[in-house]
């Protein structure tokens, strides 16, 4: 079975400080991870994607996530947050089989970001 | 290429009518998914398309519910009999099926259904 767990709904860090939003996944099969943000108002946009190449993966806007095989963790990362990161945060775990694909989106992570 | 677009961008019907939302995916996308998600939670898997053929249904889309997608390109999804509790935002993504996965999808801006 898979699953994704969002470990905090909501996340309020100060500008210029660095942003942690933590995820955690189980699965049967070697899952797909991914992040995607959703700003108020707008449609999901793929952040970063974890593709086995490489455990630390870097996206868009400064964003990276590490893939902890041992921890089942894809914690997203950013050195430095910035007033537009606020935004809800949505970690992912694709699983493809035969001719199957199961997509499970965690609960969620709202990301404040303080003046 | 103008990503993926969803129709109509809003929806508010009575109970118990019926209501149907249309997606365009990305053209040469050959997977298009449904998604519901509702205030404060991730999006929630629907159902599935590999071109025409639908693959997979969750146990969240009751028989009140039916998506088809009838020429492998836009995908209609209805919902029969509709209750207060089917109010949500209604997502269709797209992606490119070929290789090793995995799959990136890309998101249309949804369908806000009320139902009053």
Redesign the interface.
Known sequence: AQSVTQLDSHVSVSEGTPVLLRCNYSSSYSP???W?VQHPN?????LL???SAATLVKGINGFEAEFKKSETSFHLTKPSAHMSDAAEY?CVV?V?YS??????????TRLSIRP | DTGVSQDPRHKITKRGQNVTFRCDPISEHNRLYWYRQTLGQGPEFLTYFQNEAQLEKSRLLSDRFSAERPKGSFSTLEIQRTEQGDSAMYLCASSLVQGTPPYEQYFGPGTRLTVT
Do not use: C
């Open positions: 797909s991870l991914f995607y707008k449609g999901l946009q793929l994607k974890y593709t949505f694709s493809t001719s199957a694909s199961k997509i499970i989106f965690g609960s969620g």
